[in-house]
């Protein structure tokens, strides 16, 4: 298992490479071009400068004697454009063009090194939350999703609220290029089905899991998130069937999942340990992460021990640890604590303690349960993988 910290790039992020360096076990970036829009090529040049930028040492750093690096084995995310969503022409592009241009970035992705890209399937809007910074009793905030609350909002409001509690950082999925075309794209999405969705995500893989296989690059797919339809548009990632069903589009290896523990386990009734240990062999990359349940579809994000929520975040890392999982894994939203309340708010959910929490909170019950059953080539007593 490799893990991994997402971060949002120079100038777009209160969290440095430098303190990210200084958290036991992360071992890579988890990187994107945030400038990049759905549908664009993203150009080699930009790939690499951004690759340097985070696996290379500046000379402050030297200076002071750090020697340590850092990967960037991971892209969250190559967003996918809506026309191959709905299999048309939609906000000036029509499907085969935004798919050529992802078999473009992938090549390019590959070439420079990438081994995993994580993208979604989500309708016009990527995830979803109504509140950015809700108080905990312990004095945090953490981002909080109340069915209600959507319920009697209009989309448009829904917009205008998540911009509101940005904190003028860009949020992936809500970027305002993409939802320039939001009445069109609600115009585009009325009467389309599920086993349209499927149809039309049969057609993308079809087309791009040839590249992945040429460049040795896996794609996973981050499951809905929340885990049901939204505003009325179909959403086709949300449960274990329908992960089954997705998997089976295409039979690649590159094809698989980057399963979000947390999105997943948004449904109460979802098991995420039983989800891990039945997909195993097809998950790339993960997130683990945990909330609370408040009854009626409400929850709230929590700290990443089991017991602070509803997800056994112990139990997934036990069976990863099992199985001698050996993809990649970050941590996911964090609270927002400390000084980050009040004098450097982060992007919501990305600080930069309660992650850096997680990760050792996940790395120790690897550890405890990797060492208790060892997999086949490693060493208990030199406590490396052979």
């Known amino acids: ?196 969705m499927y149809a039309n995500y049969r057609h993308f893989l079809q087309a791009v899991i040839p590249a992945c296989e040429e460049y040795d690059v896996k794609l996973g797919v981050h499951p809905d998130d929340p885990p049901f339809d939204v505003f009325g548009w179909p959403r086709v990632v949300s449960t274990k069937a329908d992960l089954a069903r997705v998997l089976d589009l295409h039979p690649s290896p590159h094809h698989g999942l980057t399963l979000c523990l947390g999105s997943f386990s948004a449904n109460p009734d979802q098991d995420g340990v039983d989800a891990v240990r039945t997909f195993m062999d097809r998950i790339h990359f993960t997130h683990v992460r945990n909330i609370k349940h408040l009854g009626g579809g409400d929850f709230v994000e929590v700290a990443h021990r089991a017991g602070e929520g509803h997800v056994d975040t112990t139990g997934i890392m036990k069976a990863y640890a099992e199985a001698g999982f050996q993809g990649y894994v970050r941590p996911d939203h964090g609270r927002h604590l400390w000084d980050e309340n009040t004098t450097n708010r982060p992007r919501p959910g990305y600080g930069l303690y309660d992650r850096a929490l997680g990760v050792q909170y996940l790395l120790g019950a690897w550890d405890a349960f990797r060492y208790a059953t060892p997999a086949e080539g490693h060493d208990l007593q030199e406590g490396t993988e052979q």
């Open 1 to 196: 298992m490799k893990m991994g910290f997402r971060w949002f790039g120079e100038g777009n992020d209160t969290v440095t490479l430098d303190q990210i360096r200084q958290i036991p076990g992360v071992e890579t970036i988890v990187w994107s071009l945030h400038h990049k829009q759905a549908g664009e090529v993203w150009e080699q040049a930009e790939i690499d400068a951004e690759i340097a930028r985070i696996t290379d040492l500046s000379d402050e750093a030297r200076a002071l004697g750090v020697t340590r690096t850092l990967a960037a084995d991971v892209v969250e995310s190559v967003n996918v454009h809506e026309s191959i969503k709905l299999g048309r022409t939609v906000l000036g592009r029509s499907r085969d063009e935004a798919i050529d241009a992802y078999i473009t970035t992938l090549r390019r992705l590959g070439r420079a090194g990438v081994k995993v890209v994580c993208y979604n399937f989500m309708p016009v809007f990527d995830w979803l939350r109504t509140d950015l910074w809700r108080p905990l009793p312990d004095g945090s905030t953490a981002l909080f999703f109340e069915r209600a609350v959507v319920d009697r909002m209009t989309p448009e409001s829904l917009i205008a609220d998540m911009a509101a509690g940005s904190q003028g950082l860009t949020l992936p999925g809500w970027e305002p290029e993409r939802l320039a075309g939001f009445a069109e794209l609600t115009a585009a999405y009325e009467g389309v089905t599920r086993d349209d």
